[in-house]
């Protein structure tokens, strides 16, 4: 019954916090930095979910292997789930991975929850899915950075991203 309480409460909670505490930002710091390591060596994507166990401690999934530029995501049943998160993988030339796309945002807005990215100059960044908002958390180097990472690439990197300006940005 208490378990049951637990994941109504979180269900009906707001989906989108416009703020993230220092303890999820943390947390999603340290769960990425031995993931982009695989992700740079094997050169691909890397995913998961953030969320609530029944204790109400913050846990995440084990990283699921994806391919250079996707990777599918599954929900388990017990967690309550409010973050997805990947990698942008290695740095490619051809791939503006230094910010999240508008299918990074649409996917988690189609899950209703949040998101989670690390890219290959070790940016951090937040999806808000409500507001449908990229907010670059911490700059490069603030995650561990690809080999061959050219920072140039990708030109300026806001620190925020509306959909429609990555849309237009990423000139799709």
Known sequence: MRKAMFF???????????????????????MFRPMQQDSFAKRREYCGVIGYDETGELVATEAAPGT???????????????????????????????????IDMLSDQAMRVNGWIATPGGRLWYIDSRA???????????????PGFYKAQAGDVAEEYSYDELVDRLGR
Not at 20 to 30: G, L, N, P, R, S
Request: some cysteine; charged content about 15%.
């Open 8 to 30: 109504a409460l979180l269900i009906t909670m707001p989906q989108a916090a416009a703020a993230q505490t220092q303890t999820e930002i943390d947390f999603v710091k340290d």
């Open 68 to 102: 250079i530029d996707s990777c599918d995501l599954t929900f388990p049943e017990d967690i309550a789930v409010i973050a997805s998160y990947h990698t942008h993988g290695s740095f490619e030339i051809p791939y503006y991975n230094e910010m999240p796309s508008e």
């Open 132 to 146: 449908m908002i990229a907010r670059q958390i911490c700059g490069v180097g603030c995650l561990p950075i690809a």
